[in-house]
């Protein structure tokens, strides 16, 4: 009698029990994804269920259960995110795990770009699969097409592709923002970040930028936040530690949870700890309203460098740019 009670009670257990006192995010839909782990593992397998905690994961022999903070990726067999992501037309925010700068830069370095220019290069990042780039105004000013250097990692290595004649299609001068559209070649999937809210970041936060100092491309440098609402040139900024140089103007700053919350933009030359970086919440509010700052490339002033008028000339005596008196000028 007793051993039928034993096996009646053990037969009735969920082989799979959620942790206690943790609410469920959503049950997966039985969808099977692959996670990339911070040690370097993958895992593929049907999602049973995914809580703040853990996923359990059915990889066809066993189910898994793997600690959320442990997963720096989770995607479908098809390459597409998964895992709290909220999208947006133009940008996404994701809830992901905290990571060290070194897991950061290597899951995010991917969605960084090179913006190269007639007159100069600075940094993007990019926000949309379908070619979407933020930068700075300051980078693209003058132009209404760029060319966007991309560092695909491939067979283990890096594959830098330059697309040219990128389209600037927003710009925001009063906050520094531009916005570039580049159509990516069919065999290249691009990768995205994910912009995090700038609110929520406090002094002594850490953070790290990636970008192109002087054409110096996938350069990660970190530091921490030292003013959250230091006004620099009009605009409100992070005052940071992370070294800015240029080049890495309009590229990302991200949190240690590898979202961006900053756009590189400025730095004091000659000293050091006093950078600038525009917070995330006026990157979002600029997408968000791209028409209204939407660039009419047909007008005439856009896009066109003019050259300086030459000085009057002058009749004088022995000055540059003075012709003596006697001078006799062509009809």
């Known amino acids: 009698m007793l051993l039928a009670t034993l096996t009646l009670f053990f037969s009735i257990q969920d082989p799979t029990p959620a942790a206690p006192d943790v ?40 189910v898994l259960r793997v600690p959320l903070a442990s997963v720096l990726r989770r995607e479908t067999v098809e390459g597409k995110r998964t895992g709290g992501v909220v999208r947006q037309k133009l940008w996404a925010k994701a809830e992901l795990p905290e990571l060290s700068v070194a897991e950061g830069s290597r899951l995010m370095g991917e969605a960084v770009v090179k913006v190269e220019t007639g007159g100069g290069l600075g940094s993007g990042f990019i926000t949309h699969e379908d070619g ?5 105004f300051h980078v693209v000013k003058g132009e209404v097409e760029v060319d966007v250097v991309v560092y695909a990692v491939s ?25 570039v559209k580049m159509e990516p070649p069919k065999d290249l999937q691009l990768k995205t970040v994910f912009l995090g809210a700038s609110d929520e970041m406090k002094v002594g936060d850490s953070v790290y930028a990636i970008g192109a100092p002087i054409g ?23 005052q940071i530690t992370t070294p800015i140089n240029p080049g890495n103007s309009g590229g990302p700053l991200f949190n240690l949870r590898g979202e961006v919350v900053g756009v590189n933009s400025s730095g004091y030359t000659g000293m ?23 660039l009419d490339s047909t007008r005439s002033e856009n896009g066109v460098h003019y050259l300086p008028a030459p000085r009057k000339l002058k009749f004088g005596k022995g000055k540059a740019g003075v012709l003596p008196k006697k001078t006799k000028l062509p009809e």
């Open 23 to 62: 609410p469920a995010i959503k049950s997966g839909g039985q969808q099977v994804e692959v996670l990339d782990l911070g040690n370097g593992c993958r895992l593929q397998g049907r999602v049973l269920r995914a809580t703040e905690q853990m996923v359990l994961l059915d990889v066809g022999y066993d």
């Open 132 to 136: 979407w780039l933020v930068t700075n």
């Open 272 to 294: 050091q700890g006093l950078n600038f970086a525009i917070p995330s919440k006026y990157v979002i509010d600029f997408l968000n309203n791209r028409d209204a700052f939407a």
């Open 216 to 238: 110096l491309d996938r350069t990660v440098s970190s530091g921490i936040i030292s003013v959250t609402n230091r006004t620099f040139q009009g605009r409100c900024h992070f």
């Open 155 to 179: 067979n283990g290595g890096i594959e830098p592709r330059t697309i040219r004649k990128a389209k600037v299609v927003a710009i925001n001068p009063a906050m520094d923002l531009a916005l």
